[in-house]
């Protein structure tokens, strides 16, 4: 009898079990049909300490031939956002950390998944998914899948990263369909349309397409915005098409102020030989006001643009003068290079028997700043010039180049006739002097200049 007893407790406790487990089986598949929610899936956030994602281990590698029909459509792309969105209990290092991770995991389940980050409430996690999302498509065999979800964010208006997006897209070189997005992109009017107009810009600074043109275009003639309106001139310069650079030569002869000084920025920003042909001539027609003037003459064209024109003897003098004043009042404003081959350029014009251009051009040379031994040299042998007028101008502009270097030729002019010169030469060699300028030194104590034998002694006694 306690036998029986035993296999009937046993029994049913197996039934119990039975019934238990088509429970769970009857839930799990009532769970499986019902709607998609929009619900966030959490992920252990002990997982994301790991190399490799366990949400990617199973993914296709990337030397299996991705099917046409795996592309998600728009659609999709709006269904993977509420079936895997990133998870509410990962704060946002957590989320960012996520993107990094993910970025060097090529797959389809990691495109999906970044697509997710696309709709995070923190717009720099959104960034940083885009840009992941870009680096996967340009390094795999999924380019033309992700680039087809990142032209459908940018042709959503309602998407709000969609400039993140066309600037992503841009960088694919698919020129021809990245393009075709921008109609759709450049239709809104006031701040908004500015804005679009600005990160269409910055799409368009990718493309190499000539059917860029229009666009920028279409931006020169709607945008109010003087920076929108520069950055297209910049990329059309940049460009350096036939169509472009009649568009940039045209628009120097504007009467538009503002349309001049775009088009001369540009073009003397790229300096491509082509270019610096078109500037050149509108100098020598005396096309350019100016403003425009001081903007080549702080560009890297500068030394190729006005070494032509200050070595053409077609070119009037007081036209050379003019462009040498403004050289040496905007050229300094340069960089190092620029004004170090503005220094070659004018190196010629102190050999020119036209004493009024060399004197200016010694003038401008002091002005100008290229390197500092160089230029010294340049204007040393006129510290000894017959013409006090270029000499003097000559010791002047010498003084913005003295150094431990350059200071040996000042000694030379501790004589001079002209008191200016020969008490600014002791003044500016003073700090360089040493004990090989002993016997120099010791000549000027007997100097009929009292300044001069006070100095001399001066620096003697700190020899």
């Known amino acids: 009898m306690k036998a029986i007893k035993k296999s009937h ?93 993910l970025r060097n995991q090529p797959s389809e389940k990691t495109i999906q998944l970044l697509v997710n980050y696309l709709y995070d409430e923190n717009i720099d996690i959104v960034a940083e998914a885009m840009d992941a999302l870009a680096y996967v498509g340009m390094n795999s065999k999924f380019k033309e899948m992700v680039f087809d979800i990142l032209k459908q964010k940018a042709s959503d208006k309602d998407y709000p990263a969609r400039g993140n997006a066309l600037i992503a ?16 992109f450049l239709i809104e009017k006031g701040d908004q349309g500015e804005e679009d107009m600005t990160l269409a810009l910055r799409a368009l ?20 915005n003087q920076q929108n309106q520069k950055m297209a001139y910049g990329i059309m310069a940049r460009y350096d098409s036939v169509e472009s650079n009649q568009f940039l030569e045209d628009m120097l002869g504007s009467s538009n102020d503002e349309n001049q000084k775009n088009s001369t920025w540009a073009l003397s920003r790229a300096n491509k030989p082509e270019q610096n042909l078109i500037l050149e001539d509108a100098l020598t027609q005396q096309q350019l006001k100016k403003e425009s003037v001081a903007l080549v003459a702080a560009s890297p064209s500068a030394a190729e643009v006005f070494g032509n024109i200050l070595n053409n003897d077609a070119i009037e003098t007081d036209q050379k003068l003019y462009y040498l004043d403004v050289i040496a009042a905007n050229t300094v404003n340069a960089g190092l290079k620029v004004r170090d081959d503005m220094k070659d350029a004018l190196e010629p014009l102190l050999d020119s028997d036209n004493r009024e251009l060399k004197l200016e051009a010694i003038r401008t040379l002091g002005k100008v700043g290229g390197d500092i031994e160089d230029t010294a040299n340049l204007l040393e042998p006129e510290l ?80």
């Not at 003084?399 to 600014?424: A, H």
């Open 9 to 101: 407790i046993l029994i049913g406790l197996l039934c119990a079990v039975l019934a238990i487990a088509v429970a769970i089986t009857a839930f799990s598949l009532n769970r499986k049909n019902q709607p998609v929610t929009n619900q966030m899936v959490s992920i252990d956030t002990k997982k994301l300490s790991n190399q490799t994602d366990d949400r990617v281990a199973d993914a296709p590698i990337l030397d299996q031939q991705v099917s046409v029909e795996k592309i998600p459509t728009e659609d999709q792309v709006q269904i993977a956002a509420t079936e895997e969105t990133r998870p509410d209990e990962l704060n946002d290092t957590d989320r960012f950390n996520d993107v990094l991770r």
């Open 169 to 184: 897209a841009a960088r694919f070189d698919m020129d021809e369909q990245f393009l075709s997005i921008l109609p759709g």
């Open 205 to 224: 600074s990718f493309v190499k397409s000539p059917d860029l043109f229009p666009y920028l275009n279409q931006i020169i003639d709607q945008s109010q």
């Open 384 to 463: 000894q010039s017959s013409d006090q007028e270029i000499k003097e101008q000559a010791f002047f502009s010498y003084s913005s180049y003295v150094s431990r270097k350059t200071y040996k030729p000042l000694l030379d002019l501790l004589w001079d006739d002209n008191e200016k010169i020969r008490r600014g030469a002791i003044a500016m060699a003073a700090n360089y002097i040493d004990s090989s300028d002993t016997e120099q030194l010791m000549k000027a104590l007997k100097h009929d200049d009292e300044f001069m034998r006070e100095q001399a002694e001066l620096i003697l006694g700190k020899l």
